[in-house]
């Protein structure tokens, strides 16, 4: 199901259960477009993800880690000033829309006590976040300002007061009663019902709709169905569905839907989080590295040209041998070739005499035309050296690139600011003199196998180079997809099990180029057998006396194994 009214209501429910009373330690804002508020609440510290983003808006308690900028954005300073150190007081839903105010208390300027909401508005490219004084509706600021000449129905700058998005006039189903829907089920086609479902009340996706028409069905009483399938909104279990062809959907509970397989989880928040890992993270990183794959693009397209005309010059080497005949035969019969000619036919001594057509400079006469071959000749010769160099360097290059390409398919956000850096670094990207902090390479994604052993994956060159060969104890196992592009896997034990070595071999394939394949080789031995070249690029080893095993990826492996 989408995020809709009734999700968003189950949501509220978990928020209230778990962080209301809570006290709001941290506030980060570590994407353009979403908050982070850290609440600790009954001796545990839950992070509160509140997104306003136009794709992926949502509200739930989050497990992924997240990198926040080495510069804090001026809407989050904000939110500190209000917002940190104070009490949640309440968490409350608009209706059934998807509209959450967060309720604190915080003290202003001169000590005093007042009421401050936090708005959330999940409603797609329209979504936003609102830090709004409660005793007057004033809006403080906003994570999104909207000029006047992109929204005429109200005002979405600081200041302005703050008014509900323009109302549905529909039912909230979890304060009227279900009657509405008796005359619906003696008077219209069940495959109607949907439809009737959506235009009665508020906050039904459509997804929501046939699942409640599916549920009116089944035999009994068709109210108190309804009214059973409404309660699990709050007394959930939380499920992610799996359809044949692989495509992900969630709901609040294991209501009637067609699937292959389901899996259920403990929060809201863990379901979230497990649907939307690969989706927002994906949009996250398209974001950040738009740059970065136009550099990288760039530099693949010239290396790939290069090496096509270093490949036709190589040719064209094989050849220099008939040019040294031609220039030989007319510097013997010179002439027959006249200026004015564009060819002339000579017998070929070196060919038993066979006729030979030599293509010729009009403008030359056959001397200058010979020496002219004879120039041909000595370049490309003496080209031959420099032009295998060149194809080796070229080739290295093009080898790199979609190395940089693989690592940005999986990289999170917090992967690309090291992919920035080593590009940078390289020289393929103008450093940017204003910024004089240091920036830091990020941490390896860490991973604990079934028995509990230590995985560590390096997800772009920097952190494969520093994980690899000075991090990792010689002893400790390396692991690297066979000859594909992909990232530096470390089991952190002399000795793993059977399974530990499997699952640590399925996450170098997932995070590899082979991603989508199966059957994929990876290469393992320990970390002290590796070597890097002289000169050689960030993450780059060689090796010898590797094992190989065969795996297919698998991508339940990645949430199922990951720390938090």
């Known amino acids: 199901m989408p995020l809709d009214g009734l999700f968003t209501h189950a949501i509220v429910h978990e928020f209230n259960r778990l962080i209301v009373g809570g006290r709001i330690t941290k506030v980060h804002q570590p994407y353009p477009n979403e908050i982070v508020l850290v609440v600790r609440n009954n001796g545990t510290n839950y992070p509160v993800l509140l997104s306003a983003h136009p794709t992926y808006a949502r509200a ?16 989050v300073m904000f939110l500190r000033r209000y917002l940190e150190g104070s009490k949640l007081q309440k968490v409350e839903q ?58 005429r129905v109200r005002s979405l700058i600081p200041g302005a007061t703050y008014v509900l998005p323009p109302a549905q006039n529909l039912l909230n189903p979890f304060i009227s009663d279900l009657s509405a829907l008796a005359p619906m089920i003696l008077d219209t086609p069940s495959e109607d019902w949907p439809k009737m479902i959506q235009s009665t009340y508020q906050g039904f996706s459509r997804d929501s709709a046939i699942s409640l028409a599916e549920a009116i069905k089944q035999a009994g009483d068709p109210l108190n169905h309804a009214q059973e399938w409404l309660s699990h909104f709050e007394s959930t279990q939380p499920t992610l569905f ?36 690969g989706k927002a993270e994906r949009e996250r990183v398209n974001q950040q590295a738009g740059s970065l794959v136009r550099v990288v693009k760039n530099e693949l397209k010239k290396n790939k040209t290069k090496r096509k005309k270093l490949l036709a010059t190589l040719n064209d080497a094989e050849n220099a041998d008939d040019l040294k005949v031609m220039g030989d035969l007319l510097i013997t019969y010179p002439h027959l070739a006249q200026k004015g ?72 956000p917090k992967d690309v600011e090291d992919i920035r850096l080593e590009l940078t670094t390289g020289g393929y990207i103008r450093a940017n003199k204003k910024n004089k902090q240091k920036p830091k390479v990020s941490k390896p994604d860490k991973f604990l196998s079934s028995d509990g052993t230590l995985i560590e994956v390096g997800k772009n060159n920097l952190q494969n180079e520093r994980l690899s060969l000075k ?70 080893v060689i090796f010898e006396g590797q094992q190989t095993l065969y795996v297919t990826p698998d991508a339940s492996l990645i949430s199922k194994l990951k720390t938090k």
């Open 60 to 75: 739930q308690i989050t497990h992924i880690p997240y990198e926040n900028p080495q510069t804090a954005p001026n809407f």
């Open 94 to 151: 608009i209706d059934n829309d998807r509209i959450i105010n967060f309720y604190v208390n915080a003290r202003d300027e001169l000590g005093d006590i007042q009421e401050i909401r936090l708005t959330l508005e999940m409603m797609g490219r329209h979504s936003n976040l609102f830090l709004v004084r409660e005793n007057d509706s004033r809006i403080l600021e906003l994570i999104k300002h909207v000029p006047a000449d992109q929204n």
């Open 242 to 277: 799996i359809s044949d062809k692989g495509a992900l959907s969630f709901s609040a509970f294991n209501w009637i839907q067609a699937h292959s397989s389901a899996q259920h989880f403990d929060t809201l928040g863990d379901l979230l989080d497990t649907y939307y890992i």
């Open 471 to 540: 991090q990792a104890d010689r002893r400790d196992i390396w692991l690297h997809v066979q000859k594909i592009p992909g990232s530096h896997v470390i089991i952190h034990d002399a000795k793993p099990s059977d399974e530990t070595l499997i699952e640590a071999a399925k996450l170098a394939a997932y995070y590899s180029k082979a991603r989508e394949s199966a059957n994929v080789p990876v290469d393992y031995l320990p970390a002290g057998k590796l070597r890097k070249p002289n000169g050689s690029k960030p993450g780059f």
């Open 341 to 412: 000619m564009t060819n002339v036919a000579i017998e070929n001594y070196y060919d038993n005499n066979n006729l030979l057509t030599i293509p010729l400079d009009p403008k030359l006469n056959g001397l200058k035309n010979a020496e002219r071959y004879f120039t041909k000749y000595r370049k490309l010769r003496t080209a031959v050296d420099f032009v295998n160099e060149q194809l080796t360097i070229t080739d290295a290059e093009i080898n790199y690139f979609d190395n940089i390409i693989a690592q940005l398919e999986v990289a999170s």
